[in-house]
């Protein structure tokens, strides 16, 4: 960023919906206050936040807040976001993606019943998650630079969004990539990428 403004993110001590941003600065090598909140600490710090939610962006003071949004503009913000208004639809149309495939995981984490939540993991193993995997190898596959990136011929936001959103099955399901060999040679490309390898070296391990 030319004008080097200061940046505050505000999330709990998760990757959750903060890591897709925190992954854009690292690849970006922007300076930038990670605040972790405890979630003891939420119900006191909730009414100071835009729509009473976190991920926050604090930019100079001003606050921002929905996780799709601030990716989105720190990735603009450091070349990270495509160089055409039809590669930054295909960065968008990934971002949103993640987002349907994410509500759906989430829904399934949180449900209390098991049989509804034996049901719901059936439903996200045989359709949700092969749809969205598919699609995503599909993506990279498909590019016509064969960068071996989603989009164009460098990392963009949408491979970091690829990255993150495989990052629990890398580590629980390994095997579940294998039937997805273009993304298992993203997030290699990606782990392996200056500013992002820093990063990770020195990354927490979250459950999520």
């Known amino acids: 960023m030319s004008t080097s403004p200061k940046i505050k993110l505000t999330y709990f001590d998760i990757r959750g919906r903060a890591e897709v941003a925190r992954l854009v600065l690292a690849a970006a090598k922007i300076p930038y206050e990670d605040i972790r909140i405890g979630f003891d600490q939420w119900p006191a710090l909730k009414s100071s936040t835009p729509l009473g939610s976190v991920p926050v962006l604090e930019v100079d003071g001003q606050k921002f807040t929905q996780s799709v949004a601030i ?5 603009k913000e450091n070349g990270l976001y495509g160089s055409s208004a039809l590669e930054q639809l295909a960065i968008d149309q990934v971002a949103l993606a993640r987002e349907d495939l994410t509500q759906a995981v989430g829904k399934f984490m949180s449900e209390k019943d098991e ?32 960068s071996g990136f989603v989009v164009g011929s460098k990392i963009t936001l949408a491979d970091l969004v690829v990255f993150e959103t495989t990052q629990m099955l890398s580590e629980k399901e390994p095997q579940t990539l294998d039937k997805y060999p273009e993304i298992k040679a993203l997030r290699t490309k990606v782990t392996g990428s200056d500013g992002i390898k820093q990063y990770l070296a020195t990354r927490k391990p979250t459950p999520f």
């Open 115 to 146: 049989k509804k939540k034996a049901e719901l993991e059936k439903t996200l193993k045989e359709e949700q998650e092969p749809k969205f995997l598919g699609f995503f190898n599909k993506l990279i596959k498909e590019n016509p630079t064969k």
């Open 71 to 75: 990716a989105a503009y720190l990735a």
